[in-house]
């Protein structure tokens, strides 16, 4: 008894190796980044997490970076009367004692001209430099087209 739960233990901790990670630079804490899997004609893609700032002073995402794309840039989506758009913007403030989502429809990084097509099970490096926190380099899990959410899920 006492093996197969130590089997099934690791079965279940490599198994995980491959999901969300949490990377912490300073205060700010960089949750569960992600993108998702696109056709092989779209050479780009997009990225996703949440930062949260658990400091007392705000901060600002001010560059991204990729050596899987061309140009990687901060982008957010918004609807007009009949149309989204997505436009590229500057920076991306972070409170503090607040969380920011980049997400699909929202927020997010924006990859063009990437060097292979995104494919699902797989991770690339993402730089993010931060104006106060400084940089670091998050790796970004490439998830199947149909997840919505960031997660995998399977029945």
Same mark, same amino acid.
């Not at 569960?32 to 696109?38: A, D, K």
């Not at 007009?80 to 980049?102: E, F, G, N, R, Y």
């Given at each position: 008894?006492? /093996? !197969? ?10 198994? /995980? ?8 630079? +300073?205060?700010?804490?960089?949750? &569960?980044?992600?993108? !998702? ?9 997009? @990225?996703?997490?949440?930062?949260? &700032? ?13 050596? !899987? @794309? ?13 149309? $989204? ?6 920076? $991306?403030?972070?409170?503090?004692? @607040? ?7 929202? &927020?997010?990084? $924006?990859?063009? +001209? /990437? ?5 699902? +099970?797989?991770?690339?490096?993402? $730089?993010?430099?931060?104006? !106060? @926190? *400084? ?5 970004? &899990?490439?998830?199947? %087209?149909?997840?919505?959410? *960031?997660? %995998?899920?399977?029945?």
């Amino acid at each position: 008894m006492a /093996t !197969r739960l130590l089997v099934f233990s690791a079965l279940f901790a490599c198994s /995980t190796l491959g999901m969300a990670q949490d990377y912490q630079l +300073g205060e700010l804490l960089i949750s &569960n980044p992600w993108s !998702r899997e696109l056709p092989v004609e779209l050479p780009g893609g997009s @990225a996703y997490f949440t930062v949260s &700032n658990l400091g007392n002073q705000s901060d600002r995402l001010i560059a991204v970076s990729s050596s !899987r @794309a061309q140009q990687a840039k901060l982008h957010t989506q918004a609807a007009t009367d009949v149309l $989204m758009s997505m436009q590229h913007v500057a920076v $991306m403030d972070i409170p503090a004692q @607040a969380q920011v989502t980049l997400q699909p429809g929202g &927020n997010h990084v $924006m990859l063009s +001209g /990437t060097d292979q097509p995104l494919k699902a +099970g797989e991770q690339f490096p993402l $730089m993010l430099e931060f104006e !106060r @926190a *400084g940089k670091v380099e998050v790796l970004v &899990n490439v998830q199947p %087209a149909e997840a919505q959410d *960031g997660h %995998a899920h399977s029945h």
